[in-house]
């Protein structure tokens, strides 16, 4: 079946630090992958995607490419701050008649000043 | 509209009640999901629409029960819950069901069992 293994942390960074959160899966068949980001007392965001190997998702300075060979999608930001302290899901859906997504189990990061 | 809302944003509730949570969106969106989540987990898929039909249950307990009256709400009926029911339970939506679509998830309703 599906996996998603993301390092489980918690992250502690100061302002300003590089960023990687760490994600690999297991799937079947050509996986979508997706980061998203959960606020405290807020439901789940998404933050980037990618569909295919080799895709780049971006958005707000975070960044993660789809990696086949290495079955990763790790997540990335060049300066942290922190309004990014949140947890963090990696996921996949590789469809089918599997409507799910699979989550890995979520990354707390926290950002000080 | 890209948004998934949902009410009531608090729920307290004894086990003998019967109470809803409502969602809805306006994006045209054609499945929507239920999901559970227990603080520090990720979340836990319940319930699958697909045009307005059930698609998943994932083995919940019949003291919940969705329903969608149409393609843009989604309740979840409450009766006879457990404490270990209180949760947060999120709402999400996709255009279709393919390993291409995005879930966007609504705010969720924070559960609470007495």
């Known amino acids: 079946g599906n996996s998603v293994t993301q390092m489980e942390g918690p992250v502690t960074l100061s302002e300003e630090a590089f960023l990687t959160i760490n994600c690999t899966y297991t799937?079947?068949?050509?996986?979508?992958l997706f980061w998203y980001v959960q606020y405290p007392g807020e439901g789940l965001q998404l933050l980037l995607k990618a569909t295919k190997a080799d895709d780049k998702g971006s958005n707000k300075g975070f960044e993660a490419t789809y990696r086949k060979e290495t079955t990763s999608f790790h997540l990335e930001k060049g300066s942290v701050q922190v309004s990014d302290s949140a947890v963090y899901f990696c996921?996949?859906?590789?469809?089918?008649?599997?409507?799910?997504?699979?989550f890995g189990k979520g990354t707390l990061l926290t950002v000080n000043p | 509209d890209t948004e998934v809302t949902q009410t009531p944003k608090h729920l307290v509730m004894g086990m003998t009640n019967k109470k809803s949570l409502k969602c809805e969106q306006h994006?045209?969106?054609?499945?929507m999901y239920w999901y559970k989540q227990k603080a520090k987990k990720p979340p836990e898929l319940m319930f699958v629409?697909?045009?307005?039909?059930?698609?998943i249950n994932e083995s919940v307990p019949s003291r919940f029960s969705p329903e969608c009256p149409n393609s843009s709400l989604l309740n979840l009926h409450l009766h006879a819950l457990q404490p270990e029911d209180s949760a947060l339970y999120l709402c999400?939506?996709?255009?279709?069901?393919?390993?291409?679509?995005?879930?966007?998830f609504g705010p969720g309703t924070r559960l609470t069992v007495l």
């Open positions: 799937a079947t068949g050509y996986p979508s």
């Open positions: 629409y697909s045009y307005e039909k059930l698609s």
């Open positions: 996921a996949l859906n590789s469809g089918g008649s599997n409507y799910k997504l699979t």
């Open positions: 999400a939506s996709s255009q279709g069901t393919g390993e291409r679509n995005e879930q966007f």
């Open positions: 994006m045209g969106h054609r499945a």
